[in-house]
């Protein structure tokens, strides 16, 4: 009885406290945070496998930074609603069967509406269950916040990642394919001998795009690693 | 000799890490020491061979459209592959907590040596993306457990390697902005090239 009597306190005093701005300060650092200073991949080196296997073309990137703001967005949103339901010892479990839900139903929206783009992807729709940006911002963030805050957190986490994806697609496409979204930018000004890059298309060009995206993205905001 | 040659293809030519960058996470996350990498690589194996076979029979024998027919007949019709992610998840996840358990109870010793590294298993992409390849690819159960295996132990080379490669680092002058994942990063895009001198080789 007693314990519950301190939540039902700890509930009152919360409600106390003047309500907080729809986009105070600290909501809009949860957002615009993840973006550069507390980026996932860049700094925190999470979500790294899907942000190499699927950057060879612009298209597929985009779709694939969608479904994984969508499914950020959402599993952080139930997580948060349900956080204080989940038992400590199985939330992984439960975590992954909200996240695997959300992106059955992702994988299932392409089959439907864009079956090339679903068998572009293939399997790397699927592991986006096992993306760890997914996951971390699950156990860090979802599980001690409230649904509003953790939505932001969705978003701010996904567009980070959105951003460096895209960045890393945008130059393997281009020196690699010699295109943009599929437009041969250099014949069409009339470059038609330009030398496409067959590094840029494999697995090596992704390493050394990322690589170097990193250091340029770490030198600005001066983080060292130790 | 095809099972043998599916698991070195695994190994070699369709590595997890230089071919479909699965296991990234973990691979640049544990690669600090050999000694870890080494742990975590064998529990890797481990867990792959095992969890591909068992994502095998649950294919070939509930989530296949028709699969269901050593039940009753009038089930052919039944096609549940959309709960593929979700079942094989569970599966990875359990097994993963099967295997613990039992490493906990039979060797104390590895155990302690793979600790913290077991559950971190679940969520790495190694795993699911092999268990989804394995059903794109058809295979038997035999050709599947190998495949299983050979895929954990490329991990488990390139982590290896990997560590020792940044053992070594830690004594070269890097820059600043450059140090820990940028470096590791430009590493492995050139072990990645030495691996490409297998691709020309069919098996």
């Known amino acids: ?218 030198s600005k905001s001066g983080y060292v690693e130790h | 000799m095809e099972v043998f040659n599916i698991a070195l293809r695994g190994i070699f030519i369709d590595n997890m890490i230089f071919a479909y960058y699965l296991g990234m996470c973990s691979f640049l996350a544990v690669s600090k020491k050999v000694e870890t990498a080494f742990g975590l690589g064998l529990a890797v194996v481990f867990v792959l061979t095992l969890t591909v076979p068992v994502n095998w029979l649950l294919q070939e024998y509930v989530l296949k459209e028709g699969a269901l027919t050593w039940i009753d007949g009038s089930f052919e019709s039944i096609d549940l592959t959309f709960l593929q992610f979700i079942m094989f998840i569970a599966v990875i996840a359990s097994m993963v907590q099967l295997v613990e358990m039992i490493i906990e109870k039979l060797s104390p010793a590895l155990y302690g040596s793979l600790g913290i590294f077991l559950p971190l298993i679940a969520v790495n992409c190694a795993i699911l993306g092999s268990s989804l390849f394995m059903v794109q690819k058809d295979y038997n159960i035999i050709e599947a457990t190998s495949y299983g295996f050979g895929s954990g132990f490329g991990f488990f080379l390139a982590i290896i390697a990997l560590a020792a490669i940044r053992e070594r680092l830690k004594y070269s002058k890097v820059p600043p902005g450059l140090k820990g994942l940028g470096i590791t990063m430009l590493i492995t895009g050139l072990m990645g090239l030495a691996f490409k001198a297998f691709i020309g080789i069919a098996l």
Do not use: H
């Open chain 1, 1 to 218: 009885m007693s314990a519950e009597a301190t939540v039902v306190e700890k509930e009152l005093k919360v409600e106390k406290k003047p309500a907080e701005a729809f986009l105070s300060k600290r909501r809009k650092n949860i957002v615009t945070d993840p973006l550069s200073d507390d980026n996932p991949i860049t700094i925190q080196v999470l979500g790294i496998c899907s942000a190499l296997a699927v950057t060879v073309k612009l298209e597929p990137t985009l779709v694939m930074s969608i479904a994984v703001v969508f499914v950020i967005v959402f599993a952080n949103l139930i997580i948060s609603l349900m956080r204080n339901l989940i038992p400590g010892r199985i939330r992984i479990i439960v975590q992954l069967a909200v996240v695997a839900t959300l992106v059955t139903l992702v994988s299932e929206f392409l089959k439907a509406y864009s079956y090339d783009m679903y068998k572009v992807l293939g399997a790397y729709v699927g592991l986006i269950i096992t993306n760890c940006i997914v996951m971390g911002r699950l156990e860090a963030f979802a599980m001690a916040n409230k649904p509003y805050d953790s939505i932001l957190d969705g978003l701010g986490s996904g567009f980070g990642y959105a951003w460096i994806i895209l960045t890393v697609a945008f130059f393997r496409e281009l020196l690699g394919s010699g295109s943009i979204f599929d437009f041969k930018i250099f014949e069409a000004i009339g470059w038609t001998t330009f030398p496409t890059n067959g590094l840029m298309v494999d697995s090596i060009g992704a390493f050394v795009v990322l690589g170097i995206l990193i250091w340029i993205q770490r």
